[in-house]
Structures are given as C-alpha cells and as structure tokens.
C-alpha cells in the first residue's frame, strides 16, 4: 500500500505542504532584508512547516543561510535554553568539527567547548558548551551565531518555536533583556520567534514596559481558506490513483473550518478507506469522521471533566456561533452570569487552548472537538 498522501502529526515540507504562498513570501522578504519576525497562531496550523519549507528554499537559492530551528516547548529553564541553544547553533553552522573547534577558540575565548561522541551505529558527535561557563558568560553564548556568522561569511536565522515559554522562567524579565540587550545589536543574524499562546506573545512584543517591545514585525497564521484547500485535496488523492471531487473536496475542507492538521487528518483516514482506484464518497466520509470523534473521545471527555455548568455554557455560545458573549440575550440564554465572569472564563479557556479567538470572532480550536462537544452538550439548550 502506497503512503499516505497527507501530513499530520509531523512537518508538512514537501508534497504535503499547503499553498501559504503569501505567507512564505512575506517570511523570505523579512529574512532577506534582516527583518525580526514575530508568527503568532494557534497550535497546529502550521508555523513549523512553514518556516521550515522557507528555509528550505531560501538555502537552495543561497547557501551562506543557516536556519537554526529550537523548540522550546519543553524548556522550562535559563540553562535549558542555553543548552539547546548552543547545541543547535554550533551542528547548524556546519563544516568539520576540527575547524569549528579552531573558530570557537577564536570567537569565544572564554568559553570551553567539548565534544562527546555517541555509541549508536551513527557514531554522531555532540559538540556543546560547558554550562558552568555559560551561567558565567552568557551574553557569549548569545552572541555566537552573529561571531560565527562573521567569521564563515554566513548569514544565520534563529527560529524559536513556542518562544512565549521563556515568560515562565525563574526570572523570566532579566532573562528577556538579557535577550533583548544581546540580540538587537546584531547585524548578521536575523530572528524568527513564534508561538501559539496569542495572548501571551501579543503582551511580550507589544507592550511598551516588556523588553521585547517592537522587536520585529508581528505576521499572524491564518487559515488556509476553501479555495486553496480543494485543489491540493484533489491533488493528493489523484498522487496515489485514488479520486475526489470538487464538492467532496469543499465539505472536507468545511467541516474542519480549514483547519491545516484536521484538514490533513481528515483526508489521510478517508484516503486509507478508499480502496486502490477508489473514488471517495460520502459514506466514507461519514465513517472517517465517526473514527475521529471516536478516537478522540476519551480526550475530549477529560477536557469537560471538571468544568462549571457556567463554562459548559460558555462553550456552547461559542460552539454555536455566538460572537457578542457579553450581550443580555447571550447572558441569559447559556446562563453565563455576568459579563465580567465571561471576560475571564473566555481567558481561562484560551488559557487552555479550547478556544481562540480569531479577527474578533471566538471559536473552538479543535474542529472536531466541537462536533463531539455539541452532541454531547448541545442537548442542554434544546
């Protein structure tokens, strides 16, 4: 059986990549001209892919690039960070590790490189800092890819996935200007700092009192729209010898509200139902979506536990469309309380990536979790 034609759960790079034409040239433009950017959008919709596929192009056309991804999802700490950082910047800046040892004697004179070597088939070698030094110096740690960049004639991109997670730190403020006092002065080496929290990236690089303040130009993900959505769909499938029409195509890409993972998802259980040549049609659709309501269930069931009878309310409004929560008839016909109390469960929920609200418009983040929760609650309101 051929692979799957989609892409979910990993970076969609290549064929499986989306249109997000717009998108990769304004990432290009910025990168070209030494612009800092900052790509907000909710979980899954693909700042990965996308700033991975723009490097990937970027590189092809000039080789002195240098994109140095790091997710920090999992940092929890200053020293985590620098760990990651540092491993990251010195295996991306490339060539033999005998020169790269040469120029860190020469860039980073107080710092001590080391090497260590795995035992796996690979024999992959690991070259880092020693982290004693770093604590002691860390504006040199920083300051790495700009040196590094100076002496190979290179021109380094550092992209932060989940960059919001340093406002948890220890002592998340000094640590942000030390960031901040260190990078601006560089001119070789340009920034790509995304995340998926809006409001918390939103409040770090536009608040005048944070030390992020205006730091590059904010670009914030939208939704791949239908249009876009039904050629790849038909594309994909047509790869493998299987078929959809336009119209199937359209319903997909609606019921997922363009959602890029979902979108994917979707496609991927109908496609591997469809039979070798197949066409798809509505049954199979139906039936995929029954498999991901399904299998997602016991999830979505702990996402509700606990929740208020007020917060379960709440999410109706916003599972059925409502945009205005805090008017009278709203208040009152999903029993929210008072306007105040749903200003703060509305933030409580986007705290914990329920619901975002987008253009103004509030909406579930998961398209199918909201099938699922209006089946399972809807009954309340009927």
């Known amino acids: 059986m051929d692979d799957s034609p989609f892409a979910y759960g990993k970076l969609a790079i290549e064929m499986a990549f989306t249109d997000r034409d717009s998108d ?66 010195l295996k991306t800046m490339g060539g033999k590790w005998e020169d790269l040892m040469s120029d ?12 260590s070597v795995s035992f796996l088939p690979d024999n992959e070698f690991k070259l880092g800092m020693d982290m004693q030094a770093t604590r002691e110096f860390p504006e040199e740690i920083l300051a790495l890819p700009e040196k590094l960049a100076a002496k190979r004639g290179l021109r380094p991109i550092i992209c932060m996935d989940e960059f919001q997670n340093i406002g948890s730190f220890t002592e998340a403020l000094p640590f942000q200007k030390l960031l901040r006092s260190v990078w601006q002065q560089h001119t070789l080496t ?25 730091f590059g130009e904010f670009h914030f993900l939208k939704k791949i729209s239908e249009a876009d959505w039904i050629p790849f769909i038909i594309e994909r499938f047509a790869s493998t010898g299987k078929s959809i029409n336009a119209e199937a195509a359209q319903r997909i890409a609606k019921k997922m509200e363009g959602h ?30 029954q498999h991901m309501i399904t299998s997602n269930q ?80 809807g009954k309340i309101l009927r």
Not at 26 to 47: E, F
Not at 193 to 214: D, I
Not at 260 to 266: L, R, W
Request: hydrophobic content about 40%; charged content about 25%.
């Open 190 to 214: 340009t920034y790509c700092l995304y995340g998926s929290k809006r409001n918390m990236m939103t409040e770090m690089f536009s608040r005048r009192t944070r030390p992020f303040y205006r």
């Open 260 to 289: 890029p993972y979902y979108v994917q998802q979707y496609c991927h259980h109908i496609w591997t139902m469809v039979a070798a040549s197949g066409t798809v049609d509505e049954e199979t659709e139906i039936r995929a979506l």
């Open 104 to 115: 860190l004697k020469e860039v980073a004179q107080r710092l001590v490189p080391f090497i």
């Open 298 to 377: 016991i999830l979505y069931q702990r996402e509700t536990e606990g929740l208020s009878a007020q917060q379960i309310g709440l999410l109706l409004a916003v599972a059925n469309g409502e945009t205005r929560m805090t008017t009278a008839k709203v208040l009152q016909q999903y029993k929210l309380g008072s306007s105040a109390y749903v200003v703060r469960t509305m933030k409580s929920m986007e705290e914990r990536e329920l619901i975002d609200t987008m253009e103004g418009r509030p909406e579930f983040v998961d398209p199918v979790f909201r099938m699922w929760f209006l089946e399972i609650f």
């Open 24 to 89: 990769r040239k304004q990432l290009s433009t910025n990168i070209s001209n030494r612009v800092n950017t900052i790509l907000i959008s909710p979980r899954r919709w693909g700042k990965s892919s996308l700033v991975k596929r723009v490097g990937v192009e970027m590189m092809e056309v000039d080789s002195s690039y240098r994109f140095c991804h790091i997710d920090l999802f999992a940092v929890r700490s200053e020293e985590d960070l620098f760990r990651i950082y540092t491993e990251t910047v």
